[in-house]
């Protein structure tokens, strides 16, 4: 009887979900390995360039330096998280571990794989930028209630970048390619998206391809939300823009996955 109540009570959960709940279990193993680079990081970073370097720099657009810089390093955060969980660990999944054929042979469709990588790391996001706000609370880098909406933000973020960079991910044999997606993308928009200085600073050559990424436009929407003003853009351009990203890199990934499983 008991049995039977486990196999109907599995039947019950969505195959989606079922993909979460085995990141969720890797992840319960693993946790200590990513508090380092998830929190310890950020706030370290925080206090060395925000108060360290903010002391020579002084204001950036009417506020202090630390202010001005907490929301560049909570979109930050979520990108690198988003970027480093899509990368590896899917073509591992495929390439080495091959989780996603066995997968296949159960009732779990490509596009739950997708959404449930995809739930993990706005999981991992939220906690590491809620964790991080609480913390920046006691320095005062925070001057607005809507500094309550930036885990939304930063989980649209990583959306919009985890779905095109995990079929990215899904689509080489190599782990060699990763170093191209680092250099020639990673760090440029960690670099020029707003994070460390206006992107009006940066020649007008250079201005379009911070526009074009979809962190300056996070960066804009969290530094609206913490400083209480409007952003550069509309917020429906800005959210719309991200929503782009996501959508198109979340049916690129699972017509990536689906193509992989089939060889």
């Known amino acids: 009887m008991a049995l039977r109540t486990e196999t109907a009570a599995a039947r019950v959960v969505h195959p989606t979900v079922a993909v979460l709940e085995r ?3 890797l992840y319960r193993r693993l946790w200590q390995a990513s508090v ?9 970073f925080l206090l060395s360039i ?4 903010g002391g020579y720099v002084g204001r950036v657009q ?5 202010s001005w810089i907490v929301p560049g390093v909570l979109a ?3 990108f690198q998280i988003a970027v480093g969980e899509s990368t590896y660990s899917v073509l591992g999944d495929f ?3 091959r989780a996603y054929h066995a997968m296949r042979a159960t009732p779990v469709e490509p596009v739950d794989m997708v959404r449930g990588h995809l739930l993990y790391l706005v999981f991992r996001v939220t906690i590491a930028v809620v964790a991080f706000l609480v913390v920046v609370v006691f320095f005062g880098g925070l001057h607005s209630p809507w500094a309550l909406v930036t885990p939304l933000v930063c989980a649209l973020l990583t959306v919009s970048v985890a779905a095109p960079v995990t079929a990215f991910a899904a689509t080489i044999d190599h782990d060699s390619y990763f170093s191209l997606l680092f250099r020639l993308v990673v760090l440029p928009a960690s670099l020029f998206s707003g994070v460390f200085f206006p992107v009006e600073q940066l020649t007008a050559v250079l201005r379009p391809l911070a ?3 979809p962190m300056w436009h996070a ?3 969290c530094r609206a939300a913490t400083l209480g003003r409007a952003p550069a853009w509309p917020v429906p351009v800005h959210a719309g823009y991200l929503l782009v990203w996501a959508v198109a890199g979340l049916f690129l990934a699972v017509r990536a996955f689906r193509r992989k499983l089939e060889d």
Do not use: N, Q, R
Request: net charge negative; no cysteine.
């Open 211 to 213: 526009y074009a990424s």
């Open 62 to 66: 009417g506020v202090d330096y630390l």
């Open 219 to 221: 960066v804009e929407l």
């Open 76 to 78: 930050s955060t979520a």
């Open 23 to 25: 990141h969720l279990t």
């Open 36 to 44: 380092f680079s998830s929190f310890v990081l950020p706030v370290l």
């Open 95 to 97: 390439k080495w571990v």
């Open 50 to 53: 925000g108060i360290g370097v």
